[in-house]
């Protein structure tokens, strides 16, 4: 689970951003929520899962490569939290992180991983990764722009997908309010926004047209066989916690 635990260290400095963020401007991330789950969303970090790289055929050297490449990511993401004073706990007196700064250097560390990751992958696996990604993020992949304007989506059903996230974040970001009062701890959050992401899944699945929902299945190829294990390292990373 090594290469898992590289990433779960990846998605915590991730999300840290908007929750630290909520926390110092009193219950609004702003704009930053939008960069951050654009970042959460990138296919390449399912690079490190094992039954993906099986499903893909990585041979030794593409996954010592994968695994350089996210440990690079990794220890950039470290610099600049260290930097920016993202290890603290707030409190101290100092200046105000820069959370719009922090975001757009990570930002441009992630578009870093993805140039490695292009690099490492031949046309077939980084098209059949493209497939993997959809049938794991589900109905929820109906939030992408690349993947309405693929299936057509009318004006009507995009606007309906952005009540339905909008719902969702308000939901969100109550919840985040109540660990900011202190009623709730990061960890007892991570299932209420589980639980939130799973309902707005089940209501974008209502979203399509018959038409729109054979062309959605096709985008996602060849079934991808899910190892369980993988899939509960995955969801262990998006539990908040302090500390390691």
């Known amino acids: 689970m090594r290469k898992l635990t590289l990433l779960s260290a990846v998605v915590a400095a991730v999300l840290l951003i908007p929750a630290m963020s909520f926390a110092q401007q ?49 220890a950039k993401m470290a610099e ?10 707030g409190g101290g007196g100092g200046a105000r992180p820069d959370f719009a700064a922090m975001q757009e250097k990570m930002e441009g560390i992630v578009k870093g991983f993805d140039t490695a990751a292009a690099e490492i992958l031949d046309d077939k696996q980084e098209a059949r990764l493209g497939e993997i990604d959809l049938q794991i993020a589900g109905t929820n992949a109906l939030t992408r722009e690349d993947v309405q304007k693929a299936l ?3 004006a ?6 952005e009540d339905m996230q909008e719902a969702m974040n308000t939901a969100n970001m109550e919840a985040m309010g109540r660990v900011r009062s202190g009623e709730l701890t990061r960890e007892e959050i991570a299932p209420i926004m589980e639980k939130n992401r799973e309902a707005l899944a ?13 062309a959605f299945k096709k985008m996602k190829g060849a079934e991808f066989k899910r190892d369980p294990k993988d899939d509960e390292a995955m969801r262990n990373m998006f539990r908040m916690r302090r500390g390691g």
């Open 80 to 89: 600049v939290f260290q930097g920016m004073g993202g290890g603290g706990q």
């Open 26 to 74: 009193g219950g609004r991330g702003g704009g930053q929520r939008g960069g951050m789950m654009s970042m959460m969303n990138n296919k390449n970090f399912l690079l490190m899962r094992n039954d993906v790289q099986k499903d893909l055929g990585l041979n030794d050297g593409q996954k010592a490569s994968v695994k350089t490449a996210m440990e690079s990511m990794q």
């Open 152 to 154: 057509g989506l009318k």
């Open 202 to 214: 089940v209501e974008l699945g209502k979203i399509l047209t018959a038409e729109q929902n054979e």
């Open 156 to 161: 009507s059903q995009k606007r309906d997908i």
